[in-house]
């Protein structure tokens, strides 16, 4: 993924302001404190972009102030989410895409990794009685596994 | 195969982990203005909780609110709410069932009860023993009556089951009546809109469920999330009313700047919902972005509010000079529509409580 291909707010032919409204500043001065929040406590913040005033033109200039880091990933669950690590490391852009690739919520997360992308210990768990129950398959091909689900276990 | 337990158990046979349950939960937050942090324990209550069972009436209604709640075809981040709920029982869309339809609602009462949740869209007529509207010879008012005598919660979705919406409009030829007009033993949550927003509704299902509670609710029983600002708080053209910059038509050089539209009819100042910030298919726009004034579909007796064109300021009798002037002062602007909501608002509501009486509301 990259950054030119990523999904962006704006609606061609609509008449919203678009220009810069003076937020972004006010947000980064926010990340900066939620920041140093988490080097001194571990506390982790999630900013909720949709909440707030944005313009156009302000979520561009975060995005492009913030950069880009080392790592980012693709999510395909109930639609699809784009997750990465901004040039500030501990600072995450979490992107949901609902319908349509809109996007439904945006969030930028100051922590170690957003729990999003680890695995659930739960999860964990259902993919063990997969595996085991793919093992005890008597047709079991391992060469080309089927992708078993927990209903088949059941 | 057993019935799973939890939400959590029925997604993960569907080979869907608890990522689903993230990511809706930071979409919930989001929609409904709770803080980002609030999302890790919406995803704990909801991978927890059970399957709502949901029985869905439709009454004196015109199916634009089903319409709106499952507009979407591909499984989308918006529709995990359908993975949410059981949908027992579903007038319009079970119509072509019949009688197993009716004894899906009648078993589904039966196995949850005091537990299921009753939607209802339209509203209910009471003129002449309510014969304006039945449903398998059932009347909606006895129909109404014997599905909610054991659920948990009313949700009264559309401005027909709010408020009476259309079929309340002057004269009202068939006693409309709106939900909580009838329902007084039962909490009942109003979610009007013509058609409501479909966040409004899944959000309120889906908090429900997370917390195991109802949300916090305004004076006509609306979720204060979706309902607690006006359209005029929260709209883009805000910048052109307080500057006094107004189209007076909607093809002239004003309507072509963007400028606002409250002389050529907006309802914005009076009607709460979040159109402004959620909007329409799938966040693209709303009818304001779009060029027309506000209806204010989620006000009560929208329709019979003098005109969809006339200025709030003509309706109440103050002259569209003193609305222009406060609007030019900036800062007392919001406290000129206000003033006029409410007088506006207090004058329908006498006038309908007239009509209410002439047509024996009171008969249910
Ligand atoms: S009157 Fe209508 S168009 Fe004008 S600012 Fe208010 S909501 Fe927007």
Redesign the pocket.
């Known amino acids: 993924m990259t950054q030119q291909t990523r999904h962006t707010h704006t609606v061609p032919g609509c008449a919203e302001p678009d220009g810069p409204t003076g937020m972004m500043h006010a947000l980064l001065r926010e990340i900066a404190d939620a920041l140093e929040r988490f080097v001194a406590t571990g506390e982790v913040t999630a900013i909720d972009m949709r909440g707030l005033p944005l313009s156009d033109a302000d979520r561009v200039g975060i995005e492009q102030q913030l950069g880009q880091g080392e790592v980012s990933a693709l999510l395909t669950v109930a639609g699809q989410s784009e997750i990465w690590e901004t040039a500030i490391s501990g600072v995450w852009w979490v992107r949901h895409l609902g319908a349509s690739g809109g996007v439904a919520a945006e969030e930028i997360v100051i922590t170690r990794l957003p729990e999003i992308l680890a695995t659930h210990p739960d999860d964990a768990r259902d993919g063990l009685v997969r595996l085991r129950a793919m093992l005890a398959a008597p047709s079991a091909d391992t060469t080309s596994p089927h992708i078993a689900t927990t209903e088949d276990a059941a | 195969m057993n019935e799973p337990a939890t939400l959590g158990e029925a997604l993960s046979r569907r080979g869907i982990s608890r990522r689903a349950f993230l990511k809706y939960s930071a979409y919930l937050a989001s929609v409904m203005a709770l803080p980002a942090s609030a999302s890790q324990a919406i995803a704990q209550g909801l991978a927890k909780a059970r399957r709502q069972s949901v029985i869905w009436l439709s009454f004196q209604e015109c199916t634009g609110c089903t319409e709106s709640i499952t507009r979407s075809s591909s499984p989308t981040l918006e529709d995990l709410i359908f993975d949410l709920i059981s949908l027992d029982y579903h007038h319009t869309l079970m119509s072509v069932s019949g009688d197993a339809a009716e004894h899906a609602r009648e078993a589904a009462m039966k196995e949850n009860k005091g537990k299921y949740i009753v939607v209802v869209d339209g509203s209910v007529p009471l003129k002449d023993d309510g014969i304006y509207s039945t449903i398998a010879g059932i009347t909606n008012l006895q129909m109404l009556k014997d599905t909610v005598k054991d659920a948990a919660a009313v949700v009264a979705v559309g401005s027909c089951a709010a408020f009476g919406g259309i079929p309340h409009a002057r004269p009202n030829p068939t006693g409309a009546a709106s939900i909580t007009d009838i329902v007084k033993d039962k909490p009942v949550i109003n979610i009007p809109g013509c058609p409501p927003i479909p966040e409004a509704m899944t959000g309120t299902l889906a908090y429900i469920l997370s917390f195991g509670k109802l949300p916090e609710l305004d004076h006509l029983a609306r979720p204060k999330a979706f309902f607690g600002e006006?359209?005029?708080d929260r709209?883009?053209?805000?910048p052109?009313?307080d500057k006094g910059l107004?189209a007076e038509s909607f093809d002239d050089e004003g309507a072509r700047k963007g400028y606002?539209?409250?002389k050529v009819g907006?309802?914005?100042?009076i009607?709460y919902n979040a159109c402004?910030t959620l909007k329409w298919n799938h966040g693209t726009s709303f009818p304001?972005q779009s060029g027309h004034?506000?209806l204010g579909c989620s006000e009560p007796h929208f329709w019979d509010q003098g005109g969809f064109y006339k200025p709030l300021a003509a309706h109440a009798g103050v002259s569209a000079p003193l609305i222009g002037a406060a609007a030019v002062a900036g800062a007392a602007a919001g406290g000129a529509?206000a003033w006029i909501a409410r007088r506006h608002q207090q004058r329908y509501l006498a006038e309908t409580e007239a009509i209410d009486r002439s047509v024996g509301k009171d008969k249910g």
């Open positions: 006006t359209i005029h709209c883009y053209r805000r052109f009313y107004f606002c539209l409250y907006c309802k914005g100042p009607a402004a304001i004034g506000c529509a």
